[in-house]
Structure formats: C-alpha cells, structure tokens
C-alpha cells in the first residue's frame, strides 16, 4: 500500500475549523483517501473517504488536490470531543488499512 | 445493532498460557479483521477474512490463528503468549460493498497483558 505523511500534531481553539493536512504523492488511480480517528483508547471510527471529489457528510469535509497527491480534513466547528489521533489512509480494494502513526489534534478551550 | 463486540475487556496471562480473544458482529458483514495497537503506535494487521471459511493473514501473524466458520464470529487465539504480545486488540468488520471496502467498524477492544 501507498503510504502517506501527517504532521506528529496540532492544535486548534474550540469553535475554529481544523484543517488536518495528509500528503500521499504516490496514489495509485484507483486508491481512496480514508481519514479514521480515535479518541483515547477507543477502537478507531471511520470519518470520510473520498476518490476524487471533494466530499462532506455530518462529521467532516474532505478536500483532495486536482492531482490527488495531497488531501486535507476539515473539521469546521472543532469541539473538546474532537481531540483525537486523525489517521490518513489510503485503500484500495483489498480490505487491508495500513494505519501510520497519523496527528494529534488537540482542540483548546 | 450492537456493531462488532469484543470479550473480554482486560485479560492479564502468564507467559506461556493460551487464550482465546472473541469478536462478534450483527451487521452480516463479510469482512472482518484483528488489529493490534502498541503504546504511541498506529494499528498493525494480524489477520482477517473475507468471508466465513476463508482467512488470510495480515502484516504481524506470528503467534495468533483465528478462524471463520460463520459470519457473524472471528475469534483469535494465543497458542503460547509471550510478553511481547502484550497490547490493546481490535477487531473490525466491513461490509465491503460498493465504495464501502474501507469503511471499517472497530471494536472497543481488549487490553491484554502478559507477565
């Protein structure tokens, strides 16, 4: 699998957009962009994944880059509950998710 | 739905005992997989399947077997735990459908520890 590259950390005042950037310059055409989180000692949930549109649901956005060589998550209303590891990954049709060591955001009162 | 459970919660074993970690889903998901987690680590595979009777082994198989013989269950075991296998097991279904291969279900998980 493709691996991708996530700053260690960040940070973010509560009730600002956190913006959680991944690079993935070696894509493969037909692999997704997933993001998972998880809160501290939980199993990790699934956020969004898109191929190459942006992409919103109830939790997030997803912006990926004409190229697909980068994608970022935005959390437009972060709250304490975001704080969290964001896990960028990319899958393909095999099942398998290679977690990386994925950012720390932590969101400040 | 429950979603995917695991038992137990916590488990401490001796070095050398056997166990059996229990994962179960209600969502008739064909996909289901082991995942292990160590301190300031993302998760490694160990093993899953992609369907009743059929597995196949992850990143870190080494020391595990599981089995699949209905859908809804995929327990994995420990013939002779070693400390090195002391971490936090998660477990996690997929219903593999459509543009939904990845969107993976996890488990709470089980602490583990192995003196």
């Known amino acids: 699998d493709a691996k991708t590259t996530q700053p260690p950390s960040m940070d973010c005042a509560e009730g600002r957009a956190a913006n959680l950037p991944c690079n993935h310059s070696?894509?493969?055409?037909?692999?997704?962009v997933y993001w998972y989180r998880q809160i501290h000692s939980q199993g990790p949930q699934y956020i969004i994944h898109?191929?190459?549109n942006n992409e919103t649901n109830e939790m997030a956005s997803l912006i990926i880059t004409e190229d697909r060589k980068s994608s970022t998550l935005i959390l437009p209303h972060a709250t304490l509950r975001d704080t969290a590891v964001y896990y960028c990954?990319?899958?393909?049709?095999?099942?398998?998710?290679?977690f990386g060591k994925g950012t720390l955001l932590t969101v400040n009162p | 739905n429950a979603g995917v459970t695991q038992t137990p919660k916590f488990q401490v074993l001796k070095t050398g005992q056997s166990m059996t970690l229990q994962c179960a889903q209600d969502?008739?998901?064909?996909?289901m997989s082991w995942y292990r987690q160590d301190p300031g680590m993302g998760l490694r595979l160990i093993h899953y399947?992609?369907?009743?009777?059929?597995?196949d082994q992850g990143e870190v198989p080494n020391g595990y077997n599981v089995s699949r013989s209905t859908t809804e269950d995929f327990p994995l075991r420990l013939l002779s735990a070693a400390p090195s296998q002391t971490s936090v097991y998660f477990c996690?279904?997929?219903?593999?459908?459509?543009?939904?291969?990845?969107?993976?279900?996890f488990g709470p998980g089980t602490r583990l520890t192995v003196l």
């Open positions: 996690a279904s997929s219903s593999g459908a459509g543009r939904g291969y990845n969107e993976q279900f």
């Open positions: 399947s992609v369907g009743a009777g059929i597995t």
């Open positions: 070696t894509i493969s055409g037909n692999e997704y």
């Open positions: 969502m008739n998901h064909e996909y």
């Open positions: 990954i990319l899958g393909g049709s095999n099942y398998k998710l290679t």
């Open positions: 898109g191929l190459k």
